[in-house]
């Protein structure tokens, strides 16, 4: 098709009649200029970083970046926790899987399988050489954790009224109703025959106010 104006204006501009040429002329749109409105006269910056489109002096980005410069990635993935964005699609590291890489294969870790996990008392580390070792939680050692370090443990083992933690030293953590290093004095004390209710109750906590009664 035959157009008035020189390549109809490049598509940067407009074609329009010139009353004082009697002519037809292009008139750019901004950032264009030339005859034919080829010429960009409108820079980006850093020229969109080789990342997207200059148009009129402002980058328009590909896909995957964004930015005035078209420089800031665009993880087009979300969180791949224990993985890379590749096109779209999380790539995840060894032993972990699912589309966001964040379930580990525990079975296939064959190095932390051969130290038993650190026996539940630890953390389980790869030396990146294909074998493992354990970061044993405080009160434990060996090379699997699974040796107390503190052989004294808690005092009589806590009388049969608590648990004994070792961190961050041995210590009784008493159940409720019962107090002491030990855990060995009743909060409702044994004032008679040196028994706690007298040997005849249990001694509980009141829901209101945090007081203990015997329950006989």
């Known amino acids: 098709p035959t157009f008035p104006c020189v390549q109809n204006c490049s598509a940067h501009g407009t074609c ?14 901004a950032g264009y200029s030339g005859p034919d409105c080829s010429v960009v006269t409108g820079s980006c910056p850093n020229s969109c970083s080789g990342r997207g489109l200059c148009e009129a002096g402002n980058c328009s980005c590909s896909e995957g970046f964004s930015g005035s410069a078209c420089s800031t990635a665009v993880n087009m993935c979300g969180n791949c926790n224990k993985g890379t964005c590749s096109s779209e699609t999380c790539e995840c590291s060894e032993l972990y899987y699912g589309p966001a890489c964040a379930s580990y294969n525990a079975s296939a870790d064959t190095a932390c399988v051969a130290l038993n996990f650190c026996s539940g008392f630890g953390v389980c580390q790869a030396d990146g050489q294909g074998g493992a070792s354990c970061t044993c939680f405080e009160g434990f050692g060996g090379i699997m954790c699974n040796q107390v370090e503190n052989v004294q443990g808690c005092p009589s083992f806590c009388s049969g009224h608590g648990r004994c933690s070792l961190v961050q030293s041995p210590h009784c953590v008493c159940d409720s109703g019962y107090g002491g290093i030990a855990c060995n004095e009743s909060a409702c004390g044994a004032a008679t025959n040196g ?11 009141l829901e209101e106010g945090g007081t203990h009664e015997c329950v006989c």
């Open 16 to 29: 329009a009649f010139s009353e004082a040429t009697q002519a037809h002329a292009c008139e750019c749109a």
């Open 195 to 205: 028994k706690t209710c007298n040997g005849k109750g249990v001694c509980e906590v």
